[in-house]
């Protein structure tokens, strides 16, 4: 009797001294053949006054799923536990196990192996399956794990990244970053001016205080807020963000120019099919081999081909010269140059000059890009990987569970080291 139930107790990992195996079969439970092990659960002492004089009045019965190795042989406890009437007190008391929670089912280590489980890209159902329980339950133990992403309301960051991912519904969720650790600091389901401000006026005044740089994109109401929140924060406008605008409006400033010659001239083919050329840093365009293109028929090599196409027309020349100007400045963080570019007096494409009006009135912003490293391309990687783990769910329908998906496999990495019982 001993020696079975220190067997099956091996077996199973099960250190509850009170629990006592007697028996296993096999039997056919839910459609499934099972493996079933049955214990009894003693009650040593009475809880509320720790006296063993009890007085013993029948078992409860309940049957728990288990963890398995073999995910086509379910595992079953049936677990007879011990009701007790204390001589001393008079209390009726049942015997409990941190095997399972009260009125549960499920075992503890079946959540957590759950919870594991939820830390990788997997898909709810995937998750299911080897662990005998229903898609509902994986979802169920991702909805109870909810532990915030910031605890502390006296702290935060020196640094912040504010930014937007498209999530539930197509619907744009803020996101809020640590610019140097680059954890995620929060995630809100709207993005809205009031939404932005209720969630940081958490904050004590002191832990808003020492927030140094916020980056952001050129949204008027963001800087709004952080002018707002953040009496001492410099705003740095992102780079990658003021590169593609100015990029945008080049490429704008090209098709105009393209179109003024015909579809099968020279010039509208230099225009047209290197586009991608004209984006590229000159400093890494290919000068020495020329290579034989099949839209110009000729032998060229790539910084022949930007050069002539910049020849037809002198507006978009000094727009290629402006824009190849800027991201040099930012690159080597020379904000003089910069402030220079800014206030240049050349002949540029309206769209460039639109952009560069909007960098004059944001200029402190702007040239913060210049001065900091900061900038969101922390948020690129954290963007993508939200992006994955919508795209394994076949999309949320619900923003709480995306939230807790993005937060347990954000966990991921520390979950490599340490064991997943450190999650619950
Ligand atoms: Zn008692």
């Not at 199973?12 to 296993?24: A, G, K, M, R, S």
Request: charged letters at 20%; hydrophobic letters at 35%.
């Amino acid at each position: 009797m001993t020696s079975l139930n220190h067997c099956i107790k091996f077996q199973l990992n099960i250190e509850d001294p009170n629990l006592f195996f007697f028996d296993y079969h096999e039997a056919l439970w839910q459609g499934k053949q099972t493996k079933v092990y049955a214990a009894e659960l003693i009650q040593p002492s009475c809880p509320a006054c720790h006296s063993q004089a009890l007085k013993h009045n029948d078992h409860y019965l309940t049957r728990i799923r288990y963890l398995t190795s073999n995910a086509s042989t379910p595992v079953l406890l049936e677990i007879h536990k011990q009701r007790v009437i204390c001589q001393a007190c008079g209390k009726l008391s049942m015997a409990q196990t941190e095997l399972v929670n009260k009125s549960c089912c499920i075992s503890n280590s079946s959540k957590q192996k759950i919870l594991a489980a939820l830390t990788e890209d997997r898909s709810m159902s995937s998750i299911a399956w080897p662990n005998n329980v229903s898609t509902n339950t994986v979802q169920r133990v991702l909805q109870n794990f909810d532990t915030p992403f910031l605890s502390s309301a006296d702290k935060l960051p020196e640094h912040l990244a504010f930014d937007e991912f498209r999530g539930v519904g197509r619907k744009l969720h803020f996101i809020c970053l640590d610019g140097t650790s680059h954890q995620i600091i929060q995630i809100l389901r709207y993005r809205y001016k009031k939404d932005i401000l209720k969630y940081f006026n958490r904050f004590t005044l002191a832990a808003r205080k020492r927030v140094k740089t916020v980056s952001l994109d050129l949204n008027a109401y963001y800087q709004a807020i952080v002018r707002q929140m953040f009496p001492n924060a410099q705003i740095i406008v992102d780079r990658f963000h003021l590169i593609q605008m100015l990029n945008r409006a080049f490429n704008q400033l090209r098709v105009r120019v393209m179109k003024r010659f015909k579809p099968a001239s020279y010039s509208y083919r230099l225009l047209k099919y290197f586009w991608k050329l004209y984006l590229m840093p000159y400093a890494k365009l290919e000068k020495q081999k020329p290579h034989y293109n099949w839209h110009l028929k000729d032998q060229l090599t790539q910084e022949q081909i930007v050069l002539d196409g910049l020849d037809q027309n002198p507006t978009l020349k000094h727009s290629y010269q402006l824009v190849q100007n800027f991201s040099a400045a930012l690159k080597q963080q020379d904000a003089h140059a910069m402030k220079g570019l800014i206030n240049t007096k050349t002949v540029i494409g309206e769209q460039l000059r639109g952009i560069l009006q909007t960098f004059k009135h944001n200029q402190t912003a702007v040239l913060n890009a210049g001065k900091y490293k900061y900038s969101n391309g922390c948020l690129e990687g954290i963007n993508r990987k939200i992006k994955q783990i919508e795209r394994t769910a076949y999309g949320y329908s619900n923003f709480d569970n995306l939230l807790n998906r993005i937060k347990l496999e954000g966990k991921h990495s520390v979950l490599k080291e340490k064991s997943s019982n450190q999650l619950v």
